[in-house]
Nanobody, 125 residues
């Protein structure tokens, strides 16, 4: 069973940068789609970035040009570099992975084989 753990959250001022990391234990995730999600209190969890096994990436419109997702298969880890942070980036960030499909959330439910416990990101002005 794969377990994921996020790190790198914290507080940063508007315009600053943070880098989140997600490390996997239990099994190497070379064939998994990996993704980052953000959850804000009172709102559904939404996907902000994903990366396929071959390296193809996709981003939510709100973070395009500012966030970058990457993976290091040798370390069973993936990352989210967040630049030009905005107040709306505040939330709890979750990493997720699945070898069959890219994790997603729909109608208040989230799907994916493995999820981390979340790390808080707070952007202040």
């Amino acid at each position: 069973q794969v377990k994921l753990a996020e790190s790198g959250g914290g507080s940063e001022q508007v315009g600053g940068s943070l880098r989140l990391a997600c490390t996997a234990s239990g099994r190497v995730l070379t064939t998994a789609c990996m993704a980052w999600f953000r959850e804000v209190t009172g709102k559904n969890r939404t996907r902000v970035a994903q990366i396929l096994p071959g390296g193809k990436t996709d981003y939510a419109d709100s973070v395009k040009g500012r966030f970058a997702i990457s993976r290091d298969n040798s370390k069973s880890a993936f990352y989210l570099q967040m630049n030009s942070l905005q107040s709306d980036d505040t939330g709890t960030y979750y990493c997720a992975a699945d070898a069959t499909f890219c994790p997603y959330c729909k109608s208040g439910r989230c799907y994916g084989a493995a999820w981390g416990q979340g790390t808080q990101v707070t952007v202040f002005s």
